[in-house]
């Protein structure tokens, strides 16, 4: 997207399960705020009332019986009404937008892993993202087992939610997911080593954010 004068701009954290995108998200938030920046940190599925609701469907594993590709519909459902009342507003307000998962979770869960066309979330993808696509996507990659491990630290004895139920494999498919959307457009993705400890992801997501959106490079994209 060609970013208007004045108009915030829009980071996207994606990866597996246990990837540390949550925590990156937070401390990318800080530090954009250390520099004087309005900040929104917001996530998917979710990020507004309507769309929280549809998250709760979603993870509880009610939607599973449509498939992965009525999933999906549910997934850009929610994105239509997190964009048109979080996203969009806080962008044109000048804020900087930071969200835990956005539409490539929907072409790797959806597509690489539920095996959904892709021409179907291309579509999806039009209809819900449109023009509101992300200045820079941050793809947290680490082995599949490091970020289950992790996962399944963090939740004890809780029930795993829908995705977290996955085998192994799947994960390894997520992973390969992620990188190949990386691969396929890479002006607007970096991949980020998050099996380092948190403070040198943090740097590293730094540096990318400082390269691609602070450098004088960024700042002519939006001359007139
Ligand atoms: N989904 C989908 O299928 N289609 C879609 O279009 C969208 C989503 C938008 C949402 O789950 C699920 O919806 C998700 C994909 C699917 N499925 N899964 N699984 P969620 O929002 O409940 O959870 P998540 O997005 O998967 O995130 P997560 O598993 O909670 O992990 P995370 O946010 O990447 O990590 P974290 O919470 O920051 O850290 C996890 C733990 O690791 C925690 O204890 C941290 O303290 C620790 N951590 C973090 N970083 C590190 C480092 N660097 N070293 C060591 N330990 C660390």
Known sequence: MIAMPGRG???TFEGGEGAGKSTQARRLADRLERRGLAVVVTREPGGSPKAEAIRHVILSGRARMLGPAGEAMLFAAARIDHLDVTIRPALARGAWVVCDRFMDSTRVYQGALG?????????LERVAVAETRPDLTLILDLPAETGCARAAARRGAATPDRFEGEDIEAHRTLRAGFLAVAEADPTRCVVIDAAQPPDDVADAVWAAVEARLFAPRAARVDAP
């Open 115 to 123: 095996a959904v066309d892709s021409a179907v979330i291309d579509a």
């Open 9 to 11: 701009r829009f980071i």
